[in-house]
């Protein structure tokens, strides 16, 4: 499957714990970007990543989230001390170098804090 | 700040018929524009684009019109099909390597 591979799919925990959530981007793209869909609610850009570089963090809360795109392997969105509110559906999305080109979206990582 | 908006939560239509989906927009920069459709459980899956550049783009029996005096675009479907049953995000952007703006969704049903 070349395309864009979220996991895991669905991540359960309990306040206070750490999530990590892993995306790899379609084979050839070196753009990252991380959305978050809460319930009834539409996605909401967090951040913009590539290779090693957070390029637009503007929507990411300023507070226990945090993300990377190393050299070497996926990208990853973690959230420590984790509280109900941060219940939601996560989609990483991969787009090519150049061009406005349309991004690619992941299944989704579903994360649920009880 | 919603930049991008949908105002229409949900739509329903016959199958067989047209169904037009409304998007609005705030930043006259954006000079790229998207339409997604998402299935429940699923990540969303790109339908087509259009440039500010252009006013109308048609793959099938999708086409995107864009109005940019008006900042508005719409999504035609036509004919309808039950399986086109989704939400669909439409989405804008401006230049190259920013982010991607995306509305609140349509929810669309089309009734066999």
């Known amino acids: 499957n070349a395309g864009v591979m979220q996991n895991p799919r669905h991540l359960v925990r309990r306040r206070g714990q750490e999530a990590r959530l892993r995306c790899s981007p379609m084979k050839g793209h070196s753009h990252v970007y991380w959305y978050r869909q809460l319930p009834e609610e539409g996605l909401k850009f967090m951040v913009y990543?590539?290779?090693?570089?957070?390029?637009?963090e503007s929507g990411m809360p300023k507070e226990r989230f945090s993300a990377e795109f190393p050299k070497e392997g996926p990208s990853i969105l973690r959230i420590q001390q984790v509280v109900r509110g941060d219940s939601a559906a996560y989609f990483c999305?991969?787009?090519?170098?150049?061009?406005?080109?349309?991004?690619?979206f992941g299944e989704g990582s579903r994360l649920t804090v009880l | 700040d919603q930049q991008v908006k949908q105002n229409s939560p949900s739509l329903s239509v016959q199958e067989g018929r047209i169904s037009i989906l409304n998007c609005d927009y705030t930043?006259?920069?954006?000079?790229?524009f998207l339409w997604y459709k998402k299935y429940p459980a699923e990540g969303p899956t790109f339908l087509i684009s259009?440039?500010?550049?252009?006013d109308k783009n048609e793959d099938g029996r999708f086409t995107v019109f864009l109005n940019k005096s008006a900042k508005h675009l719409s999504l035609h479907i036509v004919p309808s099909q039950p399986g086109d049953s989704a939400v669909y995000f439409c989405?804008?952007?401006?230049?190259?390597?920013?982010?991607?703006?995306f509305g609140t969704g349509t929810s669309l049903t089309v009734i066999p």
């Open positions: 999305a991969s787009s090519a170098r150049t061009g406005h080109g349309e991004l690619f």
């Open positions: 989405a804008a952007t401006r230049g190259y390597g920013n982010q991607f703006y």
């Open positions: 259009i440039s500010s550049i252009k």
């Open positions: 930043n006259s920069m954006f000079d790229y």
């Open positions: 990543l590539q290779k090693e570089n957070i390029i637009d």
